[in-house]
């Protein structure tokens, strides 16, 4: 009997069709008519952004065995009448990294049918560390997590992870302030021509062992030093690969036009794609900045720059309470910022640029502390204007007490974007869907802090609030900017899309139900509606619940071997 047959005369039988002109694949072995997997009479979103179709998927292994109608019975039967059928999602800007090894489930990642993340965002990749770098996160990760750590840079990393196999599969980029923080140190300074070119040698060694871009983080410490061209001879490593220029800005609120001119210049100049982070404008005088910035990004595409951006669905953001201050500030590290913080002589021009930051987010209370350990833990999850009331202080005194008491190391989320230019971002063709998030659990060591609920609830939260509810896009647009869409710009050829011989990540969830349900008050909840999640052919969520099984493996790069397709990069 044949082992699969196609409905005749529909757009399935196309699909089909399309399929005669390859050749017999490996995965599909002929004498076998049992798959590992059968995902029934499902509603099927391909990724494509094309209309979906009602089929059925075999899943052989690790891969995607056949579209369509299937003949053969699985070892594992899924009936998906009702439900929608996608390819996994791909967090393109995830701040999952080592929490991986932390808890390997990746509870708040899978549950969201995240089947890809992309980690080393924001300049900060993991290595390539000094020795004292090493040794500082190594024992950090023994003492917190009793988590063992053996590798030193992006390499390692991802070799870390095909052992380990956790719950989803993992991509880097090379961050740039982890390789400036190695070669050049915390200074605020220009580097200098050798200095670029070790730097240059690191990202390259590192696009060798399987990175997939260079991300940086300029609004953070070191990267902010960084001066424009540093970053064009940094990026033009990329040059001749498919890989993006990833950049987390070096402003996103009065100054977001000029910094996005900045990224937009070291994709031009370096001949390189571009992949703007989590686009916004921060502040209600910035608001109206949205269609600006939607024009530059257009239009620097029209020039050759193949410029895409990220978005998460929310309308704040998450980042450490020191950047209410001014980069400058934070120049040398953490110990010389809390000493200008106390000095007599440069605090008050730090106070006034804290008070403009909050007067920018229109008040105190658009402040909330996520993550705070020690004498001020009972802070955790409160807003500053409400917690400075209750305890007689002034809001700013409060911010610089409970900086100085952690070292330095508080997180915030701040209120200061608009719901409108959130969801026309979501909704934009050049906007990918990403979380900005990181890995947590509502138990052991991952649940000790009060994160931004984007780790738990981003892509259910698109598909629920702005694809049911608001109708801000179509169901099969957002699966296709969760899915091949990033795959396209990090050059993945076989993710991203429900296709005979793909990888088999695959979501199954209810386009009726499926919802969000961490808050910025309680972050720590799951999803609804999320009812499977296959990761490489293995069955991770069944029925909304964790089997166990992992199934995630490291996600390399082919360094010059993926050319672009941006024409200036050759
Ligand atoms: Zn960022």
Not at 109 to 118: A, D, N, P
Not at 471 to 485: D, G, N, R
Not at 540 to 564: K, N, S, W, Y
Request: glycine share 12%; charged share 25%.
């Amino acid at each position: 009997m044949k082992r699969r047959s196609f409905l005749a005369g529909g757009a399935v039988g196309l699909a089909g069709l399309a399929g005669l002109g390859r050749p017999a694949t490996p995965w599909v072995a002929a004498t076998r008519n049992r798959q590992t997997l059968v995902i029934r009479h499902g509603t099927l979103y391909d990724g494509t952004g094309g209309p979906p179709r009602t089929g059925d998927i075999a899943v052989d292994g690790d891969r995607i065995a056949a579209v369509g109608e299937v003949a053969a019975t699985g070892a594992v039967e899924i009936d998906a009448r009702g439900m929608a059928v996608a390819p996994g999602f791909i967090d393109i800007h995830s701040h999952a990294d080592l929490s991986l090894l932390v808890n390997p489930r990746a509870e708040s990642r899978v549950r969201q049918g995240v089947t890809l993340e992309v980690v080393g965002q924001d300049g900060s990749s993991i290595g390539p560390w000094s020795d004292a770098g090493f040794e500082s996160t190594r024992d950090r990760y023994r003492r917190d997590f009793d988590v063992e750590i053996d590798f030193r840079d992006v390499g390692g990393f991802l070799d870390r992870i095909d052992r380990e196999r956790p719950a989803v599969s993992v991509a880097s980029m090379v961050g740039h302030g982890t390789i400036r923080g190695l070669v050049v140190g915390a200074a605020d300074r220009p580097a200098t021509a050798s200095e670029i070119d070790r730097m240059r040698a690191l990202v390259r060694d590192a696009l060798a062992r399987g990175a997939v871009g260079l991300s940086t983080g300029l609004e953070y410490t070191p990267g902010s030093f960084a001066t424009r061209d540093e970053l064009v001879a940094l990026a033009g490593e990329l040059r001749g690969t498919i890989y993006p220029y990833a950049s987390h800005m070096r402003n996103e609120d009065d100054r977001l036009l000029a910094a996005l001119e900045e990224a937009l210049h070291v994709g031009r100049v370096a001949g390189v794609a571009v992949q703007i982070s989590h686009l916004k404008a921060q502040g209600e005088r910035n608001h109206w900045k949205a269609d600006a910035a939607f024009a530059a990004i257009e239009a620097a595409r029209a020039a050759g720059v193949d410029a895409h951006f990220d978005r998460y669905p929310y309308v704040a953001y998450a980042t450490g309470l020191s950047n209410l201050f001014p980069a400058s500030a934070r120049a040398g590290g953490t110990a010389r910022f809390l000493a200008r913080l106390a000095d007599p002589e440069t605090a008050p021009a730090l106070e006034r640029a804290c008070r403009d930051k909050i007067a920018l987010l229109g008040s105190w209370d658009a402040v909330q502390i996520t993550r705070i350990g020690g004498a001020n833990a009972a802070a955790r999850g409160r807003r500053l204007g409400e917690l400075a009331a209750e305890l007689g202080e002034d809001p700013y005194d409060l911010t610089v007490r409970l900086l100085r008491d952690a070292g330095g190391s508080v997180g915030m989320i701040g209120f200061g974007m608009s719901e409108d230019n959130t969801e026309r971002m979501l909704a934009h063709p050049l906007g990918m869907v990403c979380s900005d998030g990181g890995a947590y659990a509502p138990y052991g060591p991952l649940s000790r802090s009060s994160p931004h609920p984007r780790g738990y609830g981003s892509f259910p939260r698109v598909l629920g609030h702005y694809v049911r509810e608001r109708a801000a896009m179509s169901l099969e647009s957002a699966v296709h900017k969760m899915s091949s869409l990033p795959a396209r710009k990090l050059g993945l050829r076989d993710r991203g899309v429900l296709r005979e011989g793909a990888v088999a990540d695959i979501v199954v969830f209810d386009p009726d139900t499926v919802r969000d349900r961490a808050t910025f008050d309680d972050p720590h909840q799951y999803p609804d509606g999320v009812a499977h999640v296959v990761v490489s052919g293995v069955h991770t969520i069944r029925d909304g619940e964790q089997t166990g099984e992992l199934g995630g493996r490291a996600v390399r790069g082919q360094g010059r071997a993926a050319r672009g397709r941006n024409p200036s990069g050759n």
